[in-house]
Nanobody
Framework: QVQLVESGGGLVQPGGSLRLSCAAS????????MGWYRQASGKERELVAT??????????YYVDSVKGRFTISRDNAKNTLYLQMNSLQPEDTAVYFC??????????WGQGTQVTVSS
């Protein structure tokens, strides 16, 4: 079992930055891939970015709408996932969720953290 706790959300003006964190506990060493999803009000949850462990290399993926603005990273020593978000826009407003995939087909979700971009 893996437990995830997000933090770092808040209110920011357009063009501003935020860094989200996701602390993993439990059997964090078995995590294969982690990612960030978001769900705006009235919309379906969508994938934002993922980072997958591949030997000595981490493979990252970004949805087109955040490429060049968001950066996903992972500190294995701290069992923590990050999402650095720059040049935030109102359309980035959503609840952001951390996700971890492990084992054959298991996954865990965090409780979510609200990000609001507004002037």
């Amino acid at each position: 079992q893996v437990q995830l706790v997000e933090s770092g959300g808040g209110l920011v003006q357009p063009g501003g930055s935020l860094r989200l964190s996701c602390a993993a506990s439990g059997s964090a060493f078995i995590i294969n891939a982690m990612g960030w999803y978001r769900q705006a009000s009235g919309k379906e949850r969508e994938l934002v970015a993922t980072i997958t462990r591949g030997g000595t290399t981490n493979y990252v993926y970004y949805v087109d709408s955040v490429k060049g603005r968001f950066t996903i990273s992972r500190d294995n020593a701290k069992n923590t996932l990050y999402l650095q978000m720059n040049s935030l826009q109102p359309e980035d407003t959503a609840v952001y969720f951390c996700n971890a995939k492990y084992g054959a087909a298991y996954q865990s979700w965090g409780q979510g953290t609200q990000v609001t971009v507004s002037s």
